[in-house]
Every structure is written in C-alpha cells, then in structure tokens.
C-alpha cells in the first residue's frame, strides 16, 4: 500500500530504483502525513544519539496505526509509540530504557497485550545492522557469525543459515530490512537538502539508504555543510525525501555539538511509563496537548537542553 | 584517612577490574561491566583500550556513561565508527580481547540469558534482550561475565539462551569462536569452566565467604575446585578511584 506523497523511483525486479530527485523542505506535519501511512515499515533510527523524537510526537499526533516499527533499541520513541497505540509489530533488538530499566509500556504490550496485542521480532544489534545493510546494498540478506547455538534463531523466521560456498562453514543469514519510511535526526542540512551528521551516527545512512523513503529533521539548515568531528557522514540530498527543520528535535536524546542528552528526563521516564494513566496523561499533556514540536520544547522548558560543547579544535 | 571497610559489590567490581590486563582492546558493556572496565583503566591499565557498541573505539570517559551512546564516550573517544562497523569489521573479525557481559540468568556451562524469565511466547519477565551481547560471546578473544550471585540468576539451565558459553551441554562452542567465558566474577567470588567439562567451578572466593554461601546461592549442585582461594580484599587506592568515578558520575547524571 502506497501512502499519498509516496511514488519517488520505481521497482525493478527486487532492486528499488530512486530518481535523482533533490529533498523537499516541508514542516513536520505535512512529511509525516505524506510520507507515513498506516500499516508501513517505519524505521526510525539513532543509536542513543539523534534519536527522532519530534518525528515520533507527529506519528502520535497524527494517530498512525498498525504500525510495523524497527529500531536496534527501541528506546523511549517507540515506548511512547506504543503505549499511544500506533504499532502492531517491533523489530529490534535490545528493548531497555538505557542504563535506567525496562521500557514499561513495551513490557505492558509484551506481557499483558496493552493496549493492545503486538508481534515482535527480535535479533541482536549485529544482526540488525547486518539487516540494515543489506537493506542499503540492495541484497536480498546480510551474512554474520553469531546466532548459532542460540535460542533466537527458533524464534526469528528472518534468520536461517547458510554454508559459505567457498569453505562450507555454517553461517547466519538475516533478511535484508528494506523499510517503507526511514526517519532521521541530523545536525545540519544545507540549502541543497545534503544531510551532515557526525558522533555517534549508528545505522541512519543504512537505514536511508534502504528505505523507499525518507524523513529527515535537523538542528539547522545552512549555507554550506561544515565537517565537524573526525567521523562525519553525508546523505546528498537525491537519497532523501523530506527535510524538516525541526531544533532540538531529538530531545530527550542529544545531537552533538547543540546539546547534551536529558538523562534525567530517561530517569524520570522510569515512573512516568510504569503505570498506565500517568503515561496516558504525559502524552494528553506534552504530545496530543501541543501543536507541534515547538510546543513541546516550551511544555518541556527551556533549561532542559543545555548546549553541548564542541571538541576541542 | 579514607574509609576501607567495602561492600561485596565493590569487591566484585574491583576483583572485574583486576582481570583487565594493561593494553588489552576490552569490548565494554553498560552498568557492572562498565564500572570495572572504567576502574581498571584508571588504575593499573592506563592503556587499555575501550570500545562500546555504539561505536566508540578508545573511549576515555571521566564519567561513567548511563547509556551506551552517551555524549562523554564519543567526544572522548579515539575514533567513532557506523554501528554495522564496529560489529564486522572490529568485534566479528577479532580484534577484541575481552568481552565484558551480564545477564538476567547463567547457566552451568555459562550460557546467558537476558531475553525473558519463563516460555518466550508468554513470558513471566519480558527483558530487554540480545544488545550486542550473543556476538561478544562469540567473537571476542574471552569473555568476563559479571552478576551477583543469586540462586534464581544461578540456574541449572537457563530459560532462553540469548548468548552462547559452551551450549547446553557443554559441548556446543563453535572451534571457530573465541575462547568463551574465563571467568565469572561475583559479589562472593569467583567461578571458572572446567579444562575438560567446561561446567562452571567455584574457584575463588572474596574474603569472609564460606563455600556453602555461593553453594547456596546457586540453583545446581556446585563443583568446588580441590583449593579454593580467597581474592585480595581491594587496596585504599582501588576503593578511591572507584569512588570518585562513581560520585562523578552520579552528580553528572542529576544535571
């Protein structure tokens, strides 16, 4: 099922060829109405740094449903996902609250089916990232060493074995993860569309490069990219749909270099999430009760994202 | 004078830290493991190299992180490298020497479990899950698993093997892997697999722990090596460090 907005590109055998067509800039609002429908494979990706929250906000806001999500660690995003009610299914691959705890509303769909009853699919950050991968090389799986002897592979259809053809040892294959929609935080975009995002950047380049489509918010929008830090990755503007200018848009999470992350917000999140009505009330207030990510950050306030400091040099 | 009296969890962190040998490439994971790593490097291994799964390689944080990606790890780091990376090209291809690993439940021939407590489709404890850890129990050159000891983490066999010690057998290790657990560090001591059977031994205990304590602390019929030792209680220097590490971070994290 295509969304509106979708149709960049076109399918040729199992290969997803785009057009060379530049990022669009737009609002939040209208990416995600355009470019998320109900139902898709949406992967929004940032391993603890850069994390998508605003674009997350939007899907609840905007009432997406049935879902089928992946992130390596699902983090606080997809908890308030899914305890809003807009996933049927999560591939990941380690479901914690990062050095805090469980995820409570995950544990709560897991456990108890609430709200609702949801699949998942589960793996290890290896695998994952093979599985992004692939995704972004357009093969059909990714090839990794571990799994053996363990119980996931029972559970997880997308893993199987192989014998390597030149040596006959027994490898895992982990289907390549081609999602509908990426959806990434980046510290800056020029005025071409060109994304620039440096520290920690995980599977985000994999992630864009194998989805069909994608979202993109930034910290800024400038002249000229600047590399900044010794790891700096570009996505030039004909890999990505949507471009967003949306500051501090991966609160509670962090972009390095604009701010630090909220780790007592992740602390805090520990007792928000456990019961249901106060988490029903956190999303009433500072999700459903704003207008936009703007809103939030006022709701939030302003003394929570203090500025980062750049590297020295 | 600073106060040298300690709890079982400090022995436990600094008995971790000890197995760190200087300039060794350490694949680091959140909480125990993290704090032990961290204590070694700012005692007796100044030059051991640490590496986190979000990509960090030679991270030197003055704080311990509450993430695995936090801020402090990849400005103080050598270099930082895509997640699909650091799982290819440095943990798969060999260039740890040590893994460092917890879990929920291990077994007697060091299998982990941090998937769920009772049947994966009902579970009676869903937990996070794998993380980085069934390919550091695979691929890294040895690995130092680090919990406290308690008879319903201590289990004969464990609910969902999520990382592999030695199969549940014994007899399930890859030839092609590394070396597997050499270690279990515990607030009571110390347990090592067996050269032949690989089943996990009491070989060491902290000082003032009787054998039967962490006999009865653990869900199996326990082998105790012929000789058990007894671990050095930590000197004033190691109990400094880890405190101020621990303070530090804990005013960090309040921010």
């Known amino acids: 099922m295509a969304p509106p907005g979708a149709g960049r590109g076109s399918e040729v055998g199992s290969v997803w060829h785009t057009d060379a067509v530049l990022a669009q800039f737009t609002t939040l609002r209208e990416a995600v109405a355009d470019l998320i429908g109900d139902g898709d494979t949406v992967a929004m990706e940032g391993f603890t740094h850069l994390i998508p929250f605003a674009a997350g906000h939007e899907v609840i806001r905007q009432e997406k449903r049935d879902l089928v999500v992946s992130r390596l660690t699902p ?43 949801i699949e998942i699919e589960e793996h290890s950050h290896a695998g994952m990232a093979a599985r992004y991968a692939a995704g972004a090389a357009g093969l059909p799986f990714g090839v990794l060493r571990a799994y053996a002897g363990t119980d996931l592979a029972a559970h997880t259809s997308t893993i199987r074995t192989l014998a390597c053809p030149f040596t006959g040892e027994e490898l895992a294959a982990v289907a390549a993860l081609s999602p509908d929609v990426a959806v990434i935080h980046a510290q800056q975009a020029d005025r071409a569309g060109n994304i620039g995002m440096w520290g920690i950047t995980g599977v985000q380049k994999e992630a864009v490069l194998g989805a069909r489509r994608s979202i993109v918010t930034v910290e800024e929008v400038v002249e000229e990219l600047v590399p900044l830090g010794s790891n700096f990755v570009v996505l030039p503007s004909w890999t990505v749909t949507a471009v967003a200018h949306v500051p501090h848009g991966c609160h509670p999470s962090y972009a390095l270099g604009f701010s630090t992350r909220d780790n007592r917000f992740y602390v805090e999140w520990d007792e928000i999430s456990r019961d249901r009505a106060t988490f029903d009330e956190w999303i009433d207030q500072y999700v459903n009760g704003v207008d936009d990510h703007a809103g939030y950050l006022r709701m939030v306030g302003e003394s929570r994202f203090e500025p980062g400091h750049l590297r020295d040099g | 004078m600073p106060d040298t009296t300690y709890t079982a969890d400090e022995m436990m962190t600094v008995t971790a830290s000890r197995h760190l040998a200087d300039g060794a490439v350490c694949f680091v994971g959140i909480g125990l493991p993290s704090e032990a790593a961290n204590l070694a490097r700012l005692t007796h291994a100044p030059n051991l190299v640490l590496i986190y799964e979000s990509g960090t390689i030679g991270t030197r944080p003055l704080t311990l992180p509450l993430s695995i990606g936090d801020d402090e790890l990849a400005m103080t780091a050598l270099s930082v490298v895509s997640v699909p990376e650091i799982f290819a090209y440095w943990l798969q291809a060999g260039r740890i020497d040590v893994g460092f690993l917890s879990a929920a439940q291990i077994d007697r021939f060091g299998n982990l479990n941090s998937t769920v407590i009772g049947p994966y489709e009902r579970p009676q404890v869903r937990l996070p899950g794998a993380g980085g850890a069934p390919e550091i129990a695979a691929a890294a050159g040895q690995v130092l698993v680090m919990l406290r000891q308690k008879k319903r983490m201590f289990v004969g066999t464990v609910d969902f093997v999520t990382s592999v010690g030695f199969g549940r057998d014994g007899t399930g290790r890859p030839a092609s892997w590394g070396a597997g657990p050499t270690a279990v560090i515990t607030d009571l001591g110390i347990l090592r697999p067996d050269p032949a059977t690989h089943e996990l031994t009491l070989t060491a205990v902290h000082p003032g722990v009787e054998v039967e304590q962490v006999r009865n602390e653990t869900d199996w019929n326990l082998r105790v090596a012929p000789e058990v030792e007894v671990t050095e209680q930590p000197t004033t220097d190691e109990l400094v460090v880890l405190r101020e590490l621990k303070q530090r971070t804990e005013e960090a994290h309040r921010r």
């Open chain 1, 75 to 117: 983090d606080v995003i997809y908890d308030q996902m899914i305890g809003a009610g807009c996933v049927r299914k999560v591939i990941f691959s380690w479901g914690g609250n990062p050095g805090v705890g469980s995820l409570h509303r995950l544990r709560d769909a897991v456990e108890n089916g609430y709200p609702h009853p």
